[in-house]
Every structure is written in structure tokens, then in C-alpha cells.
Antibody
Framework: EVLLVESGGGLVQPGGSLRLSCAAS????????VNWVRQAPGKGLEWISY????????FYADSVKGRFTISRHTAKESVYLQMNSLRADDTAVYFC????????????????WGQGTLVTVSS | DIQMTQSPSSLSASVGDRVTITCRAS??????LNWYQQKPGKAPEVLIF???SLQSGVPSRFIGSGSGTDFTLIISSLQPEDFATYYC?????????FGGGTKVEIK
């Protein structure tokens, strides 16, 4: 069974840092792209980053570029999101999600999600 | 960036109704369009990928269609467990943008 479990959320002051973890089981994080998606309270979904399976290729939304860093630890089957220079508008539930890529059609979609971890940026 | 516009933002419907949700992309995305369902306090779940492919385990009352810039999600006969928020997502190019969501409420 594929399972993703996020951790590391909490309350942090503006300008502070936090590292989120996404622990995977049932698959290898080196074989799949893993994404981070966030959802501010009462708002919609915002994709923020991914790390491509089998490579070190990463992408970021403009809203977090230069402040957030995604990384992967294959031996621990985990993906991380290092968040620096946090702002009030980073307050959200952060989900990690596995992307399934079908090579024959180039279909790419998030087929498994974690339960989310809440990050609150406030003084 | 590709903007995804969903309509309506909310709707009220009864069990058994046919419900239609639309999603428009700001530029052509071929069929790189996915639909997700999210219930309160839960993570989203994929319903449809590649515009019209039904994810394994998802009931056949969920039907996706469209290509280019205009896409539709139809729930052919609304069931009690379908009251939720629905999001479209394009995966044609990064950033992988979502629509604003459509909340389906009980009439």
C-alpha cells in the first residue's frame, strides 16, 4: 500500500524557518516525482514544488522560489521541504503527493497524497 | 503561467441530479487536465486524469471530457458522498496550476 506521511509543521515567527518531511512507504521516492501542494485556510490548492524521480531536477512556484528547497533522501524514503524566510501568507496545510507518470501518454497526475501538516506563520 | 478558471465556484444540487463543472485554461493544454475531489479536512483524491481517464476505483458516474482549453467534469447522478469540492489541475507545464475549486453543496 502506498502511504505518505507529512510531519514538521507548527507555529513559527515571520522570518523563521521550518523543515517539513514526507515519509513514503509502498514505493521508492527515487522512482517517482514527489510534489508539495499547500492550501491556505479556507482557500484552494496551490502547487509549490516538485522533485523529479530518478534525478535531481526540481521546480518551484514563483511564490516560494529562493525561499524553499525541496530535497530527497533515498535511503530514508523521504522528501523534505526546507522553508526559510517564512511569511504570514505561507500559513497553510502542506501536502506531499506522489505523481504518477504514464510514459505512453505523458499523463501526469497526483495519485497518492499525505494527510497534510499545518504550518502557521505568526508572531 | 497557465491560469485555470473553474465555474461555477459553488453550486447546490440534490441527490440524483446531473452536475456539470467546467474548467478553462488560459492557453491550450492538450488533454493534460486532471480532476480531484476534496472533502473537508481531507487530502484531495484524483478522479480523472488526462481529461477523460477514470482513476481506478472511481465510480463511473464521474465523466471527464475536453481538450485544448475547455474541459468538463460531469457527475451523472449525484450521490450523498459526492458533496465535496472539486479542483481541476493542468500538468502541461510548470507551475502545475489548479483551478479555484467548485464546492458542491446539498440543496
Amino acid at each position: 500500500e502506498v502511504l505518505l506521511v507529512e510531519s514538521g509543521g507548527g507555529l513559527v515567527q515571520p522570518g523563521g524557518s521550518l523543515r517539513l518531511s514526507c515519509a513514503a512507504s509502498g514505493f521508492s521516492v527515487n522512482d517517482y516525482s514527489v510534489n508539495w501542494v499547500r492550501q491556505a485556510p479556507g482557500k484552494g490548492l496551490e502547487w509549490i514544488s516538485y522533485i523529479r524521480g530518478g534525478s535531481d531536477t526540481t521546480f518551484y512556484a514563483d511564490s516560494v522560489k529562493g525561499r524553499f528547497t525541496i530535497s530527497r533522501h533515498t535511503a530514508k524514503e523521504s522528501v523534505y521541504l526546507q522553508m526559510n524566510s517564512l511569511r504570514a501568507d505561507d500559513t497553510a496545510v502542506y501536502f506531499c503527493a506522489r505523481a504518477n507518470f504514464i510514459t505512453t501518454t505523458a499523463a501526469y497526475y497526483f495519485d497518492s497524497w499525505g494527510q497534510g501538516t499545518l504550518v502557521t506563520v505568526s508572531s | 503561467d497557465i491560469q485555470m478558471t473553474q465555474s461555477p465556484s459553488s453550486l447546490s444540487a440534490s441527490v440524483g441530479d446531473r452536475v456539470t463543472i467546467t474548467c478553462r485554461a488560459s492557453q491550450s493544454i492538450n488533454t493534460y487536465l486532471n480532476w480531484y475531489q476534496q472533502k473537508p479536512g481531507k487530502a484531495p483524491e484524483v478522479l480523472i486524469f488526462s481529461s477523460s481517464s477514470l482513476q481506478s476505483g472511481v465510480p463511473s458516474r464521474f465523466i471527464g471530457s475536453g481538450s485544448g482549453t475547455d474541459f468538463t467534469l460531469i457527475i451523472s447522478s449525484l450521490q450523498p458522498e459526492d458533496f465535496a469540492t472539486y479542483y481541476c489541475q493542468q500538468t502541461y507545464s510548470t507551475p502545475l496550476t489548479f483551478g479555484g475549486g467548485t464546492k458542491v453543496e446539498i440543496k
